[in-house]
């Protein structure tokens, strides 16, 4: 279970969290929506522990994640697996290297077996034979999965997916989302999963959470989310520029050779 | 006021510095204490082993024979005007073996090296590789700095030792080639003010270099932000902090080393 609990955090002047609480079941997928610079990627990076909250905790199964010695914290890692939004693959490897990565270092498998279970997980994410490419040989949604593959390289329990699925056009969007889907069905892991793409949030999510300005709005099932009375996350799900969601909304309306008249205020801001 | 502004600044500029020393001297103690730490990477050490060493070779080659041969020049020029040429091959040998050969090396290798070093890390840091490092447990400090700094330990007195060699055949063709000087006499000079030692000087500091050199450029590296402007500044850092760090260094260690 992964509790994060009045969770802030700024860097310099710029609060990015303020105060953030939510948890996640074992087993239970919760998707995390939100604006850009929202806090999203920060708030998964506390679970990992890459960054040290100003003030609340993120625990995972009651361990405190910042409070753990280094050792332990790597120890904790290796039961998390965390797909970063471009991949972030060692580019000096191939494929199969990146995938065996936390295979060779951190389990006592010979080649052989490392060389099946990296097989194993190309299969997993669609891309069997891949295994000698470099990175740099491959399109965006191919680096998700090599991604994808190379977390779940150590059967983690929980998964972590930093939008998994921006920049990919609607097919390879779907097809990421079947992935997590089985993933989630064939290892039965916790997964947190930070997006903007409403589809694929209804498509993986048991329960969604919004996050808007560093704070956490709204915390449901997929259909309570849908109707959920806060203006700012019916904004999002409409994908409307009219409302709370902009703090300087952009000029709505072009007159030609005119200028814009001043943009309304907002609901928010009133 | 204005000198609470000047006492504001100054103040904020000496914890800036400070911090920056704390942060290096810490990463770089990181680095040591994992030498002797596993798991180990060997492909990687390799790796570093010809990216260090092996690579640098026409580098630091051609630059020792062509420091060589214009320190030769101008020491033939200067000892000719006391009618004293037979000493050119003397200072020659002293010059290249205590302080050029040594000097010249560190400065290219952190010119070509730790400009490497910057540049590879602070696009893993930017590219978010070293934060993927971090989340499959393996600390980056041992994974990326130790194989750096154990092959620049190495590789940096051995490539001292070849800048040396090749130094003395730069003396060779300048004073006997093209000077005239006898053979012989340019031999026996070479090494009639050195000893042992002389060479042991050359390559402690070699090795101090080589620590400098590895540990700026993969902190440089390490501590990269802001996109690809980031990476080309912590490059540039590298080989000014790691080329200042060598000349101060190599100062103290004559003091030091020569007393």
Same mark, same amino acid.
């Given at each position: 279970?992964? /509790?994060?609990?009045? #969770? =802030? *955090? @700024?860097? &310099?002047?710029?609060?990015?969290?303020?105060?953030?609480?939510? +948890?996640?079941?074992?087993?239970?997928?919760?998707?995390?929506?939100?604006?850009?610079?929202?806090?999203?990627?920060?708030?998964?990076?506390?679970?990992?522990?890459?960054?040290?909250?100003?003030?609340?905790?993120?625990?995972?199964?009651?361990?405190?994640?910042?409070?753990?010695?280094?050792? /332990?914290?790597?120890? #904790? =890692? *290796? @039961?998390? &697996?965390?797909?970063?939004?471009?991949?972030?693959?060692?580019? +000096?490897?191939?494929?199969?290297?990146?995938?065996?990565?936390?295979?060779?270092?951190?389990?006592?498998?010979?080649?052989?077996?490392?060389?099946?279970?990296?097989?194993?997980?190309?299969?997993?994410?669609?891309?069997?034979?891949?295994?000698?490419?470099?990175?740099?040989?491959?399109?965006?949604?191919?680096?998700?999965?090599?991604?994808?593959?190379?977390?779940?390289?150590?059967?983690?329990?929980?998964?972590?997916?930093?939008?998994?699925?921006?920049?990919?056009?609607?097919?390879?969007?779907?097809?990421?989302?079947?992935?997590?889907?089985?993933?989630?069905?064939?290892?039965?892991?916790?997964?947190?999963?930070?997006?903007?793409?409403?589809?694929?949030?209804?498509?993986?999510?048991?329960?969604?959470?919004?996050?808007?300005?560093?704070?956490?709005?709204?915390?449901?099932?997929?259909?309570?989310?849908?109707?959920?009375?806060?203006?700012?996350?019916?904004?999002?799900?409409?994908?409307?520029?009219?409302?709370?969601?902009?703090?300087?909304?952009?000029?709505?309306?072009?007159?030609?050779?005119?200028?814009?008249?001043?943009?309304?205020?907002?609901?928010?801001?009133? | 006021?204005?000198?609470?502004?000047?006492?504001?600044?100054?103040?904020?500029?000496?914890?800036?510095?400070?911090?920056?020393?704390?942060?290096?001297?810490?990463?770089?103690?990181?680095?040591?204490?994992?030498?002797?730490?596993?798991?180990?990477?060997?492909?990687?050490?390799?790796?570093?082993?010809?990216?260090?060493?092996?690579?640098?070779?026409?580098?630091?080659?051609?630059?020792?024979?062509?420091?060589?041969?214009?320190?030769?020049?101008?020491?033939?020029?200067?000892?000719?005007?006391?009618?004293?040429?037979?000493?050119?091959?003397?200072?020659?040998?002293?010059?290249?073996?205590?302080?050029?050969?040594?000097?010249?090396?560190?400065?290219?290798?952190?010119?070509?090296?730790?400009?490497?070093?910057?540049?590879?890390?602070?696009?893993?840091?930017?590219?978010?590789?070293?934060?993927?490092?971090?989340?499959?447990?393996?600390?980056?400090?041992?994974?990326?700095?130790?194989?750096?700094?154990?092959?620049?330990?190495?590789?940096?007195?051995?490539?001292?030792?070849?800048?040396?060699?090749?130094?003395?055949?730069?003396?060779?063709?300048?004073?006997?080639?093209?000077?005239?000087?006898?053979?012989?006499?340019?031999?026996?000079?070479?090494?009639?003010?050195?000893?042992?030692?002389?060479?042991?000087?050359?390559?402690?500091?070699?090795?101090?270099?080589?620590?400098?050199?590895?540990?700026?450029?993969?902190?440089?590296?390490?501590?990269?932000?802001?996109?690809?402007?980031?990476?080309?500044?912590?490059?540039?850092?590298?080989?000014?902090?790691?080329?200042?760090?060598?000349?101060?260094?190599?100062?103290?260690?004559?003091?030091?080393?020569?007393?």
């Amino acid at each position: 279970m992964i /509790e994060v609990v009045g #969770l =802030r *955090k @700024s860097f &310099g002047p710029k609060q990015v969290l303020r105060g953030v609480s939510l +948890s996640v079941e074992d087993g239970e997928s919760l998707v995390v929506l939100g604006g850009s610079g929202t806090g999203k990627s920060v708030l998964l990076k506390h679970v990992m522990g890459l960054f040290k909250p100003d003030s609340g905790h993120v625990s995972v199964d009651g361990k405190v994640v910042d409070q753990l010695s280094r050792d /332990e914290l790597f120890e #904790l =890692r *290796k @039961s998390i &697996g965390m797909c970063f939004q471009d991949a972030a693959l060692f580019d +000096s490897m191939t494929v199969a290297e990146n995938i065996g990565f936390a295979l060779t270092r951190h389990t006592d498998l010979n080649p052989t077996q490392i060389r099946a279970r990296v097989e194993e997980c190309l299969h997993l994410v669609g891309l069997v034979g891949g295994g000698e490419l470099k990175p740099s040989e491959l399109s965006g949604g191919m680096k998700r999965r090599v991604g994808f593959a190379r977390a779940i390289a150590l059967k983690p329990r929980i998964l972590l997916f930093d939008e998994p699925t921006t920049g990919l056009d609607p097919v390879m969007t779907d097809v990421i989302g079947n992935i997590i889907l089985d993933l989630k069905a064939e290892l039965g892991v916790t997964s947190i999963t930070i997006t903007h793409d409403l589809k694929s949030a209804f498509q993986i999510a048991d329960r969604i959470a919004m996050l808007f300005r560093g704070e956490c709005i709204a915390l449901e099932h997929p259909e309570a989310f849908k109707t959920h009375p806060n203006p700012v996350v019916q904004q999002f799900l409409k994908g409307e520029a009219e409302g709370p969601f902009l703090q300087d909304p952009p000029p709505l309306h072009h007159y030609h050779g005119q200028p814009a008249p001043p943009a309304p205020r907002s609901a928010h801001e009133a | 006021m204005l000198l609470t502004a000047i006492l504001d600044r100054t103040g904020l500029w000496v914890l800036q510095a400070l911090e920056q020393i704390g942060d290096f001297v810490v990463l770089g103690s990181r680095a040591f204490r994992d030498i002797f730490r596993g798991p180990f990477d060997r492909r990687a050490v390799l790796r570093q082993f010809a990216a260090v060493g092996v690579y640098s070779v026409p580098v630091v080659a051609l630059t020792g024979m062509a420091v060589a041969m214009v320190f030769a020049v101008q020491l033939h020029y200067g000892f000719k005007q006391f009618q004293a040429e037979g000493l050119a091959a003397q200072v020659e040998g002293l010059a290249i073996v205590r302080e050029l050969a040594p000097v010249i090396t560190g400065l290219m290798l952190a010119g070509r090296v730790g400009s490497a070093m910057a540049a590879e890390l602070g696009t893993m840091r930017v590219t978010e590789q070293i934060d993927a490092l971090e989340c499959l447990a393996t600390d980056p400090v041992h994974y990326l700095f130790v194989p750096r700094l154990v092959a620049s330990m190495v590789m940096v007195p051995l490539l001292t030792g070849l800048a040396i060699y090749i130094g003395y055949w730069g003396g060779y063709e300048l004073l006997v080639g093209v000077q005239g000087s006898p053979a012989a006499a340019y031999q026996e000079g070479f090494y009639k003010l050195l000893d042992l030692r002389d060479l042991w000087i050359a390559l402690v500091k070699a090795l101090v270099f080589g620590i400098i050199i590895a540990l700026v450029g993969c902190w440089r590296g390490y501590r990269a932000r802001n996109g690809a402007e980031g990476v080309g500044s912590a490059t540039t850092a590298s080989v000014v902090t790691s080329s200042l760090w060598i000349l101060i260094a190599d100062f103290f260690l004559t003091k030091m080393l020569l007393v």
